[in-house]
């Protein structure tokens, strides 16, 4: 498959045309040597460097590897310098077989246009045409990893190249003028002196400020590449009164913004659940507001466990006392409910909700169904409970828990207003499992569970029927369970 940079190249054939034409009114107009050559003799032999600078870059362009880490836009810049010294090379021979009876600073100056006017100033051009041409291209993406280019020698190559060009035109036409009397050697010399000094000096402070453009750079390059990984702890240092510096700020500020998104997502995740938020902020990410506000059906578990004996204990406690107390409760009771793959709900006061089954990646046993996790859980948090009045014998009076579980639909979704929305689980398959919940009290289990979860569970797990009560708000007596 043909390369993006072949077409573009191409295009700038147009480049060693324009060097004929100025080079053919160089020669007529200005040249010493050339103005008194037939104007015919001229052009064609200027054709035939034109033509060859052609053919030179299109063999390049065919057989020239591009390296690995180089991009295309450099590529196509070494092919632009390479056929530049190449044709001043052939037309250097050229002139010399053409005029052998010329002065030498002839063909030195054919030779210098070439080099350093056209390898030197124009391939500059050329390269920014490159990257110009190749700007809407996906190839200088896919690139940007892999490829580094640096701006300080950039900067450098196109100084040196529009300072190089004059001096070595002034130091040739200073060395003519002194060949032909018009200045004496002292003169022609101090002038050279003074062009090479100027020059040597002017493309050190070029590459002076070209470090350090690419220290900043640097700095700024390192700092995205830090926060491309996750880490958001990044000030990049660039006093820089100018672009590079306005970038710097502003990458301060995205990290300093990405941090506190962070920081939202972290305290989303703690009110709510991981699976909850994560799951919200993606839908959410992904345009799909809709579905998060409006909500889904789902065949779910729903889990209700409730303190027995925690309010009269909060009028014995002070209240960093119950807190604590609660806190430590809570604290079990999830660390429980989430090794058996259920996801909280939310608390209310001193109860739990927990459903098993909303999300996929939710089970913590494939091998289990919801239901039967569900169950698990219950016996767990019951065994769990026990535990706790073992550590806090100084209660003037036990703790109790009653767990009751029912299996049925649900619609998952937000409720409330548009400034304030909570993340929750209705309808009657939630209410039922409240209804058990405050059933599974003596002379019943502490842990109830309808027929529906019974028959979801399957045989994974055994239990038994322990009769059948009716529920407030439920119109037909029903048949719980216990395990």
């Known amino acids: 498959m043909a390369s993006p940079l072949h077409p573009v190249i191409r295009r700038l054939h147009v480049v060693p045309l324009v060097a004929l034409v100025f080079l053919y009114l160089y020669d007529r107009l200005v040249c010493p040597f050339m103005d008194q ?46 056929s530049w010294l190449g044709a001043g090379l052939f037309g250097v021979m050229l002139h010399l077989l053409r005029y052998p009876d010329f002065h ?41 990893q892999a490829m580094r280019d640096r701006l300080g020698r950039r900067l450098l190559e196109s100084f040196a190249a529009f300072t190089v060009a004059p001096a070595l035109a002034l130091i040739l036409l200073t060395l003519r003028f002194e060949q032909e009397g018009y200045i004496i050697p002292g003169v ?20 002076h400020y070209g470090h350090l ?16 990984v996750g880490s958001l702890d990044v000030s990049p240092a660039v006093p820089r009164p100018d672009e590079m510096g ?56 729903v889990l209700m466990a409730d303190l027995r004996g925690f309010t009269p204990l909060s009028e014995t406690l002070a209240p960093a006392e119950l807190t604590a107390l609660l806190n430590d409760w809570l604290s079990r009771a999830v660390r429980v409910i989430e090794q058996h793959g259920g996801l909280v709900d939310k608390f209310i006061g001193d109860a739990v909700m927990v459903v098993f089954g909303l999300y996929d990646r939710q089970t913590a046993d494939t091998a289990r169904s919801p239901a039967e996790q569900a169950i ?18 100084m209660l003037t009076a036990p703790l109790a828990l009653g767990v009751g579980i029912h299996s049925g639909p649900v619609v998952a979704g937000t409720i409330g207003s548009a400034q304030r929305m909570e993340f929750t689980v209705i309808g009657s398959t939630v209410n039922t499992a409240a209804r058990l919940e405050s059933a599974a009290r003596t002379p019943l289990p502490a842990l109830l569970c309808s027929a529906e979860t019974v028959a979801a569970a399957g045989i994974g797990i055994a239990c038994r029927e ?11 007596p029903l048949p719980v369970f216990t395990a």
């Open 188 to 207: 022609a010399g101090e002038l050279a002196f003074i062009i090479l000094t100027f020059t040597g000096g002017a493309i050190y402070v070029a590459w």
């Open 104 to 144: 030498i600073s002839s063909p030195l100056k054919l030779l210098l246009g070439y080099w350093v006017l056209g390898a030197g100033i124009l391939a500059q051009l050329e390269y920014s045409l490159i990257e110009r041409s190749l700007r809407h291209s996906d190839c200088l993406l896919e690139q940007a």
């Open 37 to 82: 050559t037939a104007p015919l003799r001229l052009l064609i032999g200027l054709g035939y460097v034109a033509v060859f600078h052609i053919l030179v870059r299109e063999a390049l362009l065919r057989w020239l590897p591009q390296s690995p880490t180089r991009s295309l836009s450099r590529h196509g810049y070494r092919i632009a310098v390479a």
């Open 246 to 301: 306005r970038i710097a700020l502003g990458i301060r500020e995205m990290a300093a913004g990405l941090r506190q998104r962070e920081q939202m997502r972290d305290l989303f995740g703690r009110m709510v659940s991981p699976d909850v938020a994560r799951t919200l902020l993606e839908e959410w990410e992904n345009s799909q507001q809709d579905r998060v506000l409006q909500g889904q059906q789902r065949d779910v578990t």
């Open 376 to 393: 698990r859980c219950g016996q767990a948090l019951l065994d769990e409970m026990t535990r706790f009045n073992q550590d806090h014998l």
């Open 466 to 476: 322990v009769g059948t009560i009716a529920l407030k708000g439920i119109s037909t």
């Open 213 to 228: 453009l690419h220290a900043d750079a640097e700095t700024i390059v390192n700092s995205l590449e830090q926060i491309t």
